[in-house]
């Protein structure tokens, strides 16, 4: 059985409006390169540099602004970038309460400065906090390394120091399990919107994580 289960972030915990997030870009700061840098896997150009550590904030508020509608504050980025979060699913937080009860629980991320701090914020106010519910978070702006690169999940597994055996990855990119498994770090593809309770029942083989109700 998998002792570690190492959940990503969004799309697998977090639900994403992706959509939502380039309407506020657009319609808000005038910043009509959204496209260009935001797509179903978000880390495009700037974007993907400012998840891979290679851009910070503050560089890549700037080219936006640059871009943007004159007169535009650097906190409407922000506030532009965090409308791509949406929350937690409130079946998803009793989850992760009775999975932390009997596994270790990870967290490997594309992720960046400027969302993480907002991200934070949902899983506290859902009674969860990060550093209290994750053994680790693998963030990719700290690790300057982006999945589906072997580098990231190598570092990850020997940073766990668990045979690979013990370990399993859930990300809702099939590309991305398919770049862990690459790397020897078992993987399984989650859908969006599906029950991850039921998933995760399967594929650990642990009918108590399974829960009543989930649509």
């Not at 550093?131 to 982006?146: N, P, T």
């Amino acid at each position: 059985m998998s002792k570690t289960v190492i959940f990503d972030m969004g799309g697998v915990l977090v639900d994403l409006d992706i959509e939502g997030c380039k309407k506020v870009f657009r319609n808000e700061l005038g910043y009509e390169g959204i496209d260009r840098i935001i797509d179903a896997c978000h880390q495009k150009g700037i974007y993907g540099d400012l998840e891979e550590g290679k851009l910070s904030p503050d560089e890549f508020r700037h080219i936006v602004l640059a871009e943007s509608r004159p007169g535009t504050p650097a906190a409407e980025v922000d506030r532009a970038m965090s409308h791509i979060l949406v929350g937690i699913a409130p079946y998803k937080v009793e989850l992760l309460k009775r999975m932390a009860e009997k596994y270790d629980l990870c967290m490997l991320s594309n992720n960046n400065a400027i969302c993480l701090p907002y991200s934070k914020k949902m899983f506290e106010d859902a009674g969860i906090p990060l550093e209290k519910i994750f053994r680790k978070c693998y963030m990719s702006f700290e690790m300057k390394a982006l999945k589906p690169s072997e580098t990231f999940y190598k570092a990850v597994l020997a940073d766990l120091g668990r045979p690979s055996d013990e370990v399993l990855f859930i990300d809702d990119s099939q590309k991305n399990v398919d770049g862990a498994i690459a790397a020897g770090m078992p993987a399984v593809y989650y859908e969006p919107g599906t029950d991850l309770s039921a998933l995760l029942a399967d594929v650990l083989g642990d009918e108590s994580l399974r829960m009543e109700g989930v649509c």
